[in-house]
């Protein structure tokens, strides 16, 4: 059971990047699948989720409007469309999974209830 995150990169201020999160050893369309952050020195947070039942979909304010968190199952990948990126989007994103995003003990933003942390992918966002 794996998730692997990629597609990060270094790009400047108001570009844009698509990170993948491909799921190995399970079936992606079992599972809500979320994006999270974590910048040098600083604690993870969520970033974005997805729903496995219905593709409902849940954002954080600061990226509300720039990201796009999408799934195509045949694929078994999770992509997130950044655009408009800042600075302070700098940082590593990873991707886990839950059996919700919002919903039993599942809380993608308080990063509870989520399992089978890939390896995230170094985004940075600098001129």
């Known amino acids: 059971v794996q998730l692997q995150a990629s597609g990060g990169g270094l790009v400047q201020p108001g570009g844009s990047l698509r990170l993948s999160c491909v799921a190995s050893?399970?079936?992606?369309?079992?599972?809500?699948i979320g994006w999270f952050r974590q910048a040098s020195g600083k604690g993870r947070e969520a970033v974005s989720c997805?729903?496995?039942?219905?593709?409902?979909?849940y954002y954080r304010d600061f990226v509300k409007g720039r990201f796009t968190i999408s799934r195509d199952n045949a694929k078994n990948t999770v992509y997130l469309q950044m655009n408009s990126l800042e600075p302070e989007d700098t940082a590593v994103y990873y991707c886990a999974r839950a059996s919700w995003c919002r919903a039993g003990t599942s809380d993608y933003s308080k990063l509870s209830g989520f399992g089978s942390w890939g390896q995230g992918t170094l985004v940075t966002v600098s001129s």
């Open positions: 050893g399970f079936r992606l369309d079992y599972y809500s």
């Open positions: 997805i729903s496995h039942k219905d593709d409902l979909t």
